[in-house]
């Protein structure tokens, strides 16, 4: 659910079930032939981060409980790495305080994340038509960007990558929901896959028209409000030249 909520006049980080999301849960799957299971790769808008800092256990959290999840229910010789897609201002329904957190609080950890592995499971097996490999091409490259200390020099690193008719667009950024919608919804490809926080941390990207409002998200950027925009175009034009 979207983390960015109006009290009072300021923006906090609580849940608002009116903000923006993306429900999509984007599921690739790879097979041995055209029938054996190799792989569950899938990418969902949402901060894994459902546990708060009093818990002291190393996990994977939500996206780490859903990967178990599918792997336990497709069996051991299909693995399912999970990626966090656009999700800068995107966080679980419920946080908690430890796995065992008062149930009275909501779902635990454990439940929010069987519950997309459930999701990623069903549409895994829905997935009928598969195609021989194709080609790997690949392009990467440092966008610059406006920052907000104009003596400041940002960039956003982008990795685009085409597998056949799917595309993959990483970012090095923490980039808010609607610059993830924004991209896919520009993307030459009917399917693409989008990861953030990959190959390093620039920082939280935010829309232009969040600034007004403030909030943790855009007062901890280093990116000027244009910012989003000049990576959301290059990273489109990036997945063109991916796919003439």
Do not use: W
Not at 143 to 155: E, G, L, R, W
Not at 191 to 220: D, R
């Amino acid at each position: 659910m979207n983390r960015r909520l109006r009290v009072n006049g300021r923006i906090e980080m609580k849940p608002n079930p009116a903000g923006a999301m993306d429900r999509d849960v984007h599921v690739l799957k790879v097979t041995v032939g055209h029938s054996q299971p190799m792989a569950s790769l899938f990418a969902y808008a949402c901060h894994s981060r459902s546990l708060t800092s009093r818990n002291r256990q190393v996990s994977g959290d939500v996206l780490g409980i859903a990967e178990q999840f599918v792997e336990t229910t497709l069996g051991s010789k299909t693995i399912s790495p999970a990626f966090a897609a656009a999700s800068g201002d995107i966080d679980p329904r419920y946080v908690v305080g430890t796995f065992d957190a008062d149930r009275a609080a909501g779902p635990t950890t454990v439940e929010q994340g069987n519950r997309l592995g459930e999701e990623v499971v069903r549409v895994f097996r829905t997935i009928t038509d598969t195609s021989d490999m194709a080609a790997i091409r690949t392009k990467a490259e440092r966008v610059a960007a406006p920052a907000k200390n104009k003596d400041q020099v940002k960039s956003v690193g982008i990795t685009a990558a085409r597998v056949g008719e799917v595309a993959f667009l990483a970012m090095d950024c923490e980039a808010l929901v609607d610059v993830g919608k924004a991209i896919q919804a520009r993307s030459p490809f009917r399917h693409t896959f989008l990861l953030t926080n990959c190959n390093g941390g620039s920082g939280y990207l935010p829309p232009a028209g969040l600034y007004p409002e403030g909030g943790y998200e855009v007062e901890i950027s280093g990116f000027a409000p244009e910012a989003a925009a000049r990576v959301v175009d290059r990273a489109v034009e990036m997945l063109r030249q991916l796919r003439r």
